[in-house]
């Protein structure tokens, strides 16, 4: 009796599913991978036409960056030291606070404080980076030009106070998920042998999850680096070397954003600068992502 209700395209249809499925699968996941082709293509046939003309020597270690006045010159080391400098601001800054938030979420937070506290640390991540460059210009510069009245309108200070604001949400978000993959059953030993809370935190979840937090710190790290319209907005477009973050500085990604405006003519060397700055700041980036692929793997703990 069972048969005789039985579908006698079920089965057809069961491998058909199972021998479609995987390609369009495959397929979507190809997408990432040729579009990750097509920018490494881009940047590389770009900048070899640029370091065909401009030394790659001069490019790496020149200590002048004027591509649009004479005499021009392609040293990026001014842009190198520009971003660095914002990055480390924004560091320092995300680095501690997002650490601490993900402590208190994880150990110290009731569950309905929790739930309430995250979404609005993570509303944080969804601000647009423009209305962050808006608000370091507007409401951090004048505070800083109070406090210290030498501050240059456009400065690394503030830029790099935006740009670290806007990176706690994935320090402490990405760091307390690590802390809470970490099995109960460690932090109730602790408190068997009589540890505080502040001890279990500090002394036991923390180096359980280290390589999920030190992951955080290099992937907002990188984050940072990549910004772009923050410090387009609030650094400036004056490439100096300097190390004072109360002077005017450029970033690599605000150069790119600059000769980008439609004024640099295609084909200049200008134009091919573009690409060269672009083919280094994905160099910085890629790097720093493998090293924090290989942190976590170094540090990881199974459970």
């Known amino acids: 009796m069972v048969d005789m209700y039985r579908n ?7 491998h058909f599913g199972d021998y479609i499925m995987p390609i369009i699968l495959f397929l979507c996941a190809f997408v990432s991978v040729l579009t990750t082709i097509g920018i490494v293509y881009t940047l590389f046939s770009e900048s070899i036409t640029f370091f ?5 020597n001069d490019f790496i270690t020149g200590m002048k960056w004027a591509p649009l006045i004479e005499p021009i010159s392609f040293g990026v080391i001014p842009l190198l030291l520009g971003t660095f400098l914002v990055t480390m601001i924004a560091s320092v800054i995300a680095i501690p606070i997002g650490l601490a938030s993900a402590i208190y979420l994880s150990e110290y937070a009731s569950e309905r404080v929790r739930n309430l506290i995250k979404p609005i640390l993570e509303v944080l991540a969804g601000v647009p980076t423009i209305v962050y460059g808006y608000f370091a210009l507007s409401f951090i510069t004048p505070i800083l030009q109070f406090i210290m009245p030498n501050t240059a309108l456009f400065n690394a200070f503030s830029a790099g106070i935006a740009v670290g604001i806007m990176i706690i949400p994935m320090v402490s978000s990405l760091s307390e998920d690590a802390m809470r993959a970490v099995p109960k059953s460690l932090r109730h030993g602790a408190y068997a042998l009589g540890a505080t809370r502040l001890e279990v935190a500090l ?14 710190f290099v992937l907002a790290f990188s984050r940072a680096i990549g910004e772009t319209m923050i410090v387009t907005v609030a650094a400036g477009a004056t490439p ?23 004024d640099t003519p ?12 672009g083919l280094t700041l994905f160099v910085i980036t890629f ?3 493998i090293l924090a692929s290989a942190i976590a793997k170094r540090f990881r703990e199974a459970y």
């Open 203 to 216: 002394q036991i979840v923390l180096p359980a999850a280290i390589s999920g937090v030190v992951s955080s």
């Open 287 to 289: 790097l720093l992502n």
């Open 266 to 277: 295609h084909g200049s060397l200008a134009y091919g600068s573009i690409f060269a700055v």
């Open 52 to 56: 065909k003309q401009v030394p790659i």
């Open 8 to 14: 006698p395209f079920r089965k057809s249809k069961i």
């Open 240 to 262: 100096q070397l300097t190390a004072n973050p109360l002077n005017s500085i450029q970033t690599m990604t605000a150069y790119i954003v600059q000769v980008s405006l439609g």
